[in-house]
């Protein structure tokens, strides 16, 4: 019997010590937080080469010369291979917060991390769990011997109501007393309108002439018109320069009259630093409540993180299109961010405001990752209405046109195709009307639009003008001499016109699209020539209809040719893209992408770099071509349903000069940094 009661107490101190190592609460992601990222920070790491990066970083970290700057970015106390968790969550309309969590492998170094890389001199507040500091008034450090929280706080004050009443303070599940922090935001509210106003700058001659030759860029555009205020502008800046101050103004009679019953008024002496200082004083006193606010939400936090244990709880719903393979993982759900951000007030105003809140509930997902040659991301989006993304799925699911895509020809710069199912379009648009939370309050209403409008339109009909496939090709960047007139002043300011020309680039493109009713858009074209005002910029030769061109014209597209043939509508700079071309190595790849995929697109950089090169004038923007050119991949895309979301992945192809496609990133950073440096003056 003993044997059994002593098994028994074993098992009971067993079970009871497994409690207490589990009574620890879990730390929670909040589930109305806007935006989550999970960092994966084992496999960025081995992609990084610290011997490049610490010296970009350390540039960007330098403090005065009095304090040292951070050399050794690869080791500032943070475990290097542990997940980094990012989200943005808000507590109520009033505050909102920006949270990092990150496992600690040298407590002590990370401390000294933050006091080298910090601009003023940290105050430790020590608590239970944990020690904090502040960085600045809304971001705030905590950590202890095993993890480290950075929180940053943005606090915006409601006019309508005091933060600290009952309702706000249950919803941000702040448990505090009021005493402690005795702050009364209506009378800063008070406070601040009555204490708020611009303070007044030195005058600065310098910055007065720079404004004014940037506003005679601006009146040069319509020099006739202001010829004059030119004039006047220019001889401001030669006075400017010379005597540090605007000429004086003559004075009108009404002035000389204000000015003598001003004179003839009792005048109190005017004390400036005084009123300056009062006025410091009250917006210190502002800021100070206002930082207590955001310090006790920053506590409340801390308490929290430090609270619950190691392990992070991510929402299934959030992490639901997660590869765990990615380097980065980033959640977004835009309904919120409409919900809580400076749409919400705007969209209150209206009654039928819930519907636009509709459109934009969904979940967006992007697993993020660096190859070695290439940049991939990948888009998941799915509204948080099944019914809704079912119909949004099926726009998605159109038939494919191979005619359209054999318009690629080899030379092209770059194409975006689309596939969709333009009948299914009326399906998606009555759906999120029916789904919307204005169907509770009006649902008759609703759905007397809606049937209403099923009746007016005929969507078969609709449908067919364009059932929704169609392709923009842009096949090259040719070079055009224009003139334009351009106005040299002389020393006294008298303006001379000046015919001058220059080199543009002029793209030469093709759009087109799928039709089941070419009848149509003939008529339309057709309407293009008969009538009196429109026939004097169309004409029509056999089944082509064309702009005129005016040899006066000097915009980027002074040519355009329009026709309808075999189901198709084309419009192009071009008679000579209407011919399909032989295809071959690239062009024929973009063309089985374009065939196959709902939405695709692609685009050859270096092309495109090689077309603008006549837009480049000046000696820096040549340098930004030459770096451009030299650090410019291809980008391409492609969308598709996949399960209940629509997927859509970019690639970016980088350049082999660079290890991998994230340190791409920061060399690419760095040759910009280099390039915008200005110039050492030459000693002799």
Known sequence: MKTVLHQFQILYFLLLGFFFANSQSKNEIPKNAFFYMEINSKQLNEKVNWNKLNPILQDLNENNQEKPTWKDFSNIGIQND?????????????VKAYTAHFILQDSKKFLEFINVSAKKELEVTKKDKYSYVNLNDETFVAWNDKRAVITGVSYTKNSSQTIWSKDIIDSAEVDFKLDSIAVNVDSIATTLDSAYTEVEKPFNYKEEIKYLKEEIKYQKEDIKEHNAKIVRLQKDIKYLEKHHQYPPKPKTEEAVESEEVASAKPTEEYDEEAEDLAYKKEMDSIKAEDFKIIKAFAEREFDKHFDANFEIEVPKEMVA??????????????????????????????????????????????????????????????????????????????????????????????????????YKYFDMLYSLFESSNDNEKYQKEIGLIIETVKIVLDEKAISKIAPGSGIFVLNELNTKKVEYTDYEFDENFNSKEIRKTKDIAVPDFTFAFAT??????????????????????????????????????????????????DGIVYLTTSLANLAPEKQSGISEKWAKEASKNSQSGSFNMQRLMNGLEKEFKTLPEQKALNLFRKNAGDFDFKTNVKGESIETEFNYTTPNSSENSLMYFFDLCNDLIKIMEPAKPTSF
């Open 82 to 94: 542990a997940k980094q968790y990012h989200y943005f969550s808000s507590f109520n309309d009033s």
């Open 321 to 422: 299109f997660q590869d765990p393979k990615s380097d980065i993982f980033i959640y977004t759900n835009y309904g919120e961010v409409f919900k809580n951000g400076p749409y919400k007030k705007l969209l209150s105003l209206y009654s039928y405001g819930s519907l636009l809140d509709n459109l934009y509930n969904s979940n967006s997902t992007y697993n993020v990752y660096f190859e070695k040659n290439k940049l991939r991301f990948v888009n998941n989006y799915q509204h948080r209405n099944k019914e809704a993304q079912k119909n949004i799925s099926a726009v998605y699911q159109g038939k494919k046109n191979k005619k359209l895509m054999s318009l690629i020809p080899d030379k092209s710069i770059g194409y975006y195709a689309i596939n969709v199912d333009g």
């Open 516 to 565: 089941d009713n070419d009848d149509y858009w003939k008529r339309i074209f057709d309407v293009l020539t008969s009538n009196k005002e429109l026939a004097q910029k169309f004409g029509k030769n056999g089944e082509i209809y064309y702009l005129k061109k005016d040899p006066k014209n000097s915009s980027y597209v002074d040519q355009m040719f329009f026709t309808v043939k």
